[in-house]
């Protein structure tokens, strides 16, 4: 349906902050639920943060509130995660996921079936 492709990835230092991307092709990132996963060899693919629209409260697990902030660019349909004070266990895969059309995100944001569309990756490496 559409086609998710993420940026950004990169090296950085603990503390430090990233911005991550997230373009959709053959859709927009308005009117269904867009989310960042990310996967480590240690760790089942895990939900970071979710959102529906820019008026709609994001979503995010516990492990990255007050230091992630999701935030949609309209104009080139773009979804972008910014990581703010990183540290070691945020390096992982970073995968970018789009539910069907008109899917809020709700209290099961996190559940990678909700969602139909998968990017290919961005890698993140927090150095210490």
């Known amino acids: 349906q559409v086609q998710p492709k993420e940026s950004g990835g990169g090296s950085v230092q603990i503390g430090g902050s990233l911005r991550l991307s997230c373009a959709l092709s053959?859709?927009?990132?308005?009117?269904?639920?867009v989310a960042w996963f990310r996967q480590t060899p240690e760790k089942e693919r895990e939900g970071v943060a979710a959102?529906?629209?820019?008026?709609?409260?994001?979503y995010y697990s516990d492990s990255v509130l007050g230091r992630f902030t999701i935030a949609r660019d309209r104009q080139e349909n773009t979804l972008h995660l910014q990581m703010q004070n990183v540290k070691p266990e945020d390096s992982a895969v970073y995968y970018c996921?789009?539910?069907?059309?008109?899917?809020?995100?709700?209290?099961?944001?996190?559940?990678?079936?909700?969602?139909?569309?998968w990017g290919q990756g961005t890698q993140v490496t927090v150095s210490s």
């Open positions: 996921a789009a539910a069907p059309m008109y899917r809020s995100c709700g209290p099961t944001w996190h559940d990678p079936a909700k969602y139909r569309d």
């Open positions: 959102a529906f629209s820019v008026d709609a409260d994001p």
């Open positions: 053959g859709g927009t990132v308005r009117s269904r639920c």
